[in-house]
Every structure is written in C-alpha cells, then in structure tokens.
C-alpha cells in the first residue's frame, strides 16, 4: 500500500526528495508563497508548523487520518501567532485536503477505445 507521498510523487513525476517543497509550494496560501524565503531568512522556524504537517502527512496511507494530523497542526506551538492566520502566512488546510484525497482517488479503469464504424459493418 503506497502512502501519500508516493502517490503525489509518482503522480507529478518528482523524485521523493522534492515532495515536501513541492507540497509546501502548493499548499501555502499566497502571502506565505511570496514571503516563504524572506521569513525563513529572518525567522528560520516560521514555517516549522507547516513543514511537520507537511512531512506527517507524507506517511498517510488513507485520506482519513489527515483529520488527526490537522488537529495537530491546529495545536502546533508554531502555529498560535495571530500574524500567521490574520495574513495568511500559513498551509491552507483546504488544499492539502485536496491534494490528499485527489491523491487517493481510485484510478480509472483503462477502457479501450471504440472499434471503428466501419468495422462494425462488415
């Protein structure tokens, strides 16, 4: 059984080395986005939060437990600065449930493709 992050890689075709960036990439909201590298300079653990939501995550194997780990991250000791809600400087816990349950949607089956209308006549 292939676990969230080996979904999403495999799905994107990244190495498993670049899932958490990508991940954190897709999931910040668009203040944190911009201002990811100059917090992160000034600030080294700002993000701390979203990265150990973001690496939790990797290890689900059912869309379902995402809820414990958002509990979590909800409680994280990072995670209780107003700045970071009131500006968006933050994971949109909406787009990583997104990404988790697309992730673990069942494959659609192959279906072959119709035989020509010719064919059929003959």
Same mark, same amino acid.
């Given at each position: 059984m292939s676990n969230f992050a080996q979904r999403y890689c495999n799905a994107r075709g990244l190495s498993s080395a670049r899932y958490s960036r990508s991940v954190l990439r897709?999931?910040? =909201?668009? #203040?944190?986005? %911009? *201002?990811? =590298? #100059?917090? +992160? !300079? %000034?600030?080294?653990? !700002? $993000?701390?939060?979203?990265?150990?939501? %973001?690496? +939790?995550?990797?290890? @689900?194997?059912?869309?379902?437990? *995402?809820? *414990?780990?958002?509990?979590?991250?909800? !409680? =994280? #000791?990072?995670?209780q600065s107003r700045l970071r809600r009131l500006l968006g400087l933050c994971v949109s816990t909406a787009r990583l449930r997104? @990404?988790? =349950?697309? +992730? $673990? @949607? #069942?494959a659609p089956a192959a279906s072959t493709p119709p035989a020509p209308a010719y064919a059929a006549s003959r």
């Open positions: 897709a999931t910040l =909201h668009l #203040p944190a986005r %911009v *201002l990811y =590298h #100059p917090l +992160s !300079f %000034v600030l080294p653990d !700002f $993000f701390a939060a979203d990265v150990e939501l %973001v690496n +939790s995550a990797a290890w @689900l194997v059912r869309a379902s437990d *995402l809820e *414990l780990d958002l509990a979590e991250y909800r !409680f =994280h #000791p990072g995670n997104r @990404l988790v =349950h697309v +992730s $673990f @949607l #069942p």
